[in-house]
């Protein structure tokens, strides 16, 4: 154990933070927070259900789907057990290797979405651009084979993070930014060396945000191969089938990409604003991505709506 300083006392538990100012109104924001956490686990866990149940849903596409309402789901759980005890009971300490273990978790789980939206765009890709070759490419063995190995990679680049913030001494400093941990929030509340941690957080940043620059290519492949398509209406139909994930990319990137923005070139940032965009980071793609998949996707949609016994249109 390093010396400290007589100024200095050692901490072990942090202080997340909720929405500063509504402290008096935590119960009714929980009511808000309760149903998107509720309505996001019930549409990802629908999801599943139905393309495990429906014959017809066995394709590459909706393994993928799958995929992605399994990573929204460990999002969801990640990020609930703090979420829920700061606006429902006002608690906001947390001890060091939960905040550790969270941040693990949230990262993890949020670049193997990263990972499964630049999966499912390569996929787009393979639909539009060889349609009659699409299921011989996309086995489900290769699909399975693809999964394992993003979750894999997922697991493997975020392992280090929580050991190297457990080297760290941590002394006076111990409010956190946000209602749940993240690696380069917590490392910043470090009173020793962190540039093992600062440089590592950096390159696992980079990653996931080159997932997003490889969408954005595949995107002009499938918009390559659709000009290409004599008919109007065949072009049409082929985007129409890129709709949902093109949603379901904004609605994942749009968040981070705001907030990272605002940390950097921000010079008056509103905290409110940026504990806001924090949270819908986290709460609104398990949210809105089952819903964008139901509403643009009918085979999704009338596979569901035949479970609740209602009639599609």
């Not at 949230?106 to 890709?125: A, C, K, N, P, Q």
């Not at 009659?132 to 086995?139: Q, V």
């Not at 940032?269 to 509403?295: E, H, T």
């Given at each position: 154990?390093?010396?400290?300083?007589?100024?200095?006392v050692?901490i072990s538990?942090f202080?997340?933070?909720?929405?500063?100012?509504?402290e008096?109104?935590?119960?009714?924001?929980?009511?808000?927070?309760?149903?998107?956490?509720?309505?996001?686990?019930?549409?990802?866990c629908?999801i599943?259900?139905?393309?495990k149940?429906?014959?017809?849903?066995?394709?590459?596409m909706?393994?993928?789907?799958?995929m992605?309402?399994?990573s929204?789901?460990g999002?969801?759980?990640?990020?609930?057990?703090?979420?829920?005890?700061?606006?429902l009971f006002?608690?906001?300490?947390?001890?060091?290797d939960?905040?550790f273990?969270q941040?693990?978790f949230?990262?993890?789980?949020?670049?193997?979405?990263s990972?499964?939206?630049l999966?499912?765009?390569?996929d787009?890709f393979?639909?539009?651009r060889?349609?009659?070759?699409?299921?011989?490419?996309?086995t489900?063995?290769?699909?399975?084979?693809?999964?394992l190995?993003?979750?894999v990679?997922?697991?493997?680049?975020?392992?280090?993070?929580?050991?190297t913030?457990k080297?760290l001494?941590y002394?006076?400093?111990?409010?956190?930014?946000?209602?749940?941990?993240?690696?380069?929030?917590?490392?910043?509340?470090?009173?020793?060396?962190?540039?093992?941690?600062?440089y590592?957080?950096?390159?696992v940043?980079?990653c996931?945000?080159?997932?997003?620059?490889f969408?954005a290519?595949?995107?002009?492949f499938?918009?390559k191969?659709v000009l290409?398509?004599?008919s109007?209406?065949e072009?049409?139909?082929a985007?129409?089938?890129?709709v949902?994930h093109?949603?379901?990319v904004?609605?994942?990137y749009?968040?981070?990409?705001?907030?990272?923005?605002?940390?950097?070139?921000?010079?008056?940032?509103?905290?409110?604003?940026?504990?806001?965009?924090?949270?819908a980071?986290l709460?609104?793609p398990?949210l809105?991505?089952?819903?964008?998949?139901?509403?643009?996707?009918?085979?999704i949609?009338?596979?569901?709506?035949g479970?609740?016994?209602?009639?599609?249109?």
């Amino acid at each position: 154990m390093f010396p400290l300083n007589t100024s200095e006392v050692e901490i072990s538990t942090f202080l997340l933070i909720g929405i500063p100012g509504l402290e008096h109104m935590y119960i009714w924001i929980s009511i808000p927070i309760c149903l998107m956490y509720f309505l996001a686990i019930l549409g990802n866990c629908t999801i599943l259900f139905v393309i495990k149940t429906e014959p017809s849903l066995q394709e590459p596409m909706y393994y993928f789907l799958s995929m992605l309402a399994l990573s929204d789901l460990g999002l969801s759980f990640s990020s609930l057990p703090t979420m829920l005890r700061i606006f429902l009971f006002n608690t906001v300490g947390i001890s060091a290797d939960a905040c550790f273990a969270q941040e693990f978790f949230i990262h993890g789980f949020t670049d193997m979405e990263s990972s499964v939206l630049l999966i499912m765009s390569f996929d787009r890709f393979v639909a539009i651009r060889n349609p009659l070759r699409y299921s011989s490419i996309l086995t489900s063995s290769r699909v399975l084979q693809i999964g394992l190995s993003f979750a894999v990679k997922s697991i493997l680049l975020v392992l280090p993070l929580p050991f190297t913030l457990k080297r760290l001494r941590y002394c006076n400093k111990c409010l956190l930014s946000h209602s749940y941990c993240l690696h380069q929030d917590v490392m910043k509340l470090a009173c020793s060396d962190n540039k093992v941690n600062f440089y590592y957080g950096l390159f696992v940043a980079l990653c996931m945000m080159s997932d997003s620059v490889f969408i954005a290519i595949s995107y002009v492949f499938i918009l390559k191969t659709v000009l290409g398509i004599a008919s109007h209406g065949e072009r049409l139909k082929a985007l129409n089938t890129c709709v949902s994930h093109i949603c379901a990319v904004l609605i994942f990137y749009v968040p981070i990409i705001t907030l990272a923005t605002m940390h950097r070139f921000a010079k008056h940032k509103s905290p409110l604003a940026m504990i806001l965009i924090a949270d819908a980071f986290l709460l609104v793609p398990p949210l809105m991505n089952p819903i964008v998949y139901c509403v643009k996707t009918r085979q999704i949609r009338v596979k569901v709506l035949g479970k609740l016994g209602l009639k599609s249109k």
